[in-house]
């Protein structure tokens, strides 16, 4: 998917600040950050949403979080506390429609989140 920004830097066509990769995801750097850490978890596959990525291929989920797991932790936050966050929708906030996590961390992320 030439048009998908994120199908872009998977493919190494578009600069990013990567963090992380698998055969299956690639983690970078948010371009604009929520918190101190902010880290995206991408499938090398597209799939526009959460829905779709289980739909398609259940297996995908439980990497993209353990990836994101994996990240937290060579972040340094996974003993302070993370949130991992899939936004699914316009109506959740999903601005790019290629399924990804973001990991949040290093600061007190209280509730409602931002």
Partial sequence: MAECLFCRVVAGTLPA???HQ???VVAFRDIAPQAPTH???VPRDHHPDAAAMVAADPELAGVVLAEAARV???????R???RIVLNTGPGAGQTVFHVHAHVLGGRPLGW???
């Fill in 39 to 41: 880290v995206l978890v």
């Fill in 80 to 82: 302070t506390g993370y």
């Fill in 22 to 24: 698998t055969d299956r």
């Fill in 112 to 114: 409602p989140p931002g």
């Fill in 17 to 19: 600040t990567v963090v």
């Fill in 72 to 78: 937290a932790e060579q972040e340094g936050i996974d």
